[in-house]
């Protein structure tokens, strides 16, 4: 059974940064494309940043180039997202996504940990 369970989600004011952590479980890991999404109320559930199987293949909306970084560890299974300079409008559900590009399999998606920056 495949799970994924984020954590690290909280209330900062703004300019101050968090890190999340996604563990996954029930996957093999390295080979899974691991994402970040995120939904504020009233609006779609958008991409965040991406990482390959192999780390070297990183995307990031451009709202968060510059202030996130999206990074894995394949002997922990778990993926991060460290959120530097947070702005009042990063405040959001964020959602970790695993998928298999290459044999069509997911994405699966965690439950979501609440992000609320303070102005």
């Known amino acids: 059974q495949v799970q994924l369970v984020e954590s690290g989600g909280g209330l900062v004011q703004a300019g101050g940064s968090l890190r999340l952590s996604c563990a996954a479980s029930?996957?093999?890991?390295?080979?899974?494309?691991m994402g970040w999404f995120r939904q504020a109320p009233g609006r779609e559930r958008e991409l965040v940043a991406r990482i390959g199987p192999s780390e070297d293949s990183t995307y990031y909306t451009d709202s968060v180039k510059g202030r996130f970084t999206i990074s894995r560890d394949s002997a922990k299974n778990t993926v991060y997202l460290q959120m530097n300079s947070l702005k009042p409008e990063d405040t959001a559900v964020y959602y970790c996504?695993?998928?298999?590009?290459?044999?069509?399999?997911?994405?699966?998606w965690g439950q979501g940990t609440q992000v609320t920056v303070s102005s």
């Open positions: 029930g996957v093999p890991f390295s080979t899974y494309t």
């Open positions: 996504n695993a998928r298999n590009y290459y044999v069509g399999v997911g994405p699966y």
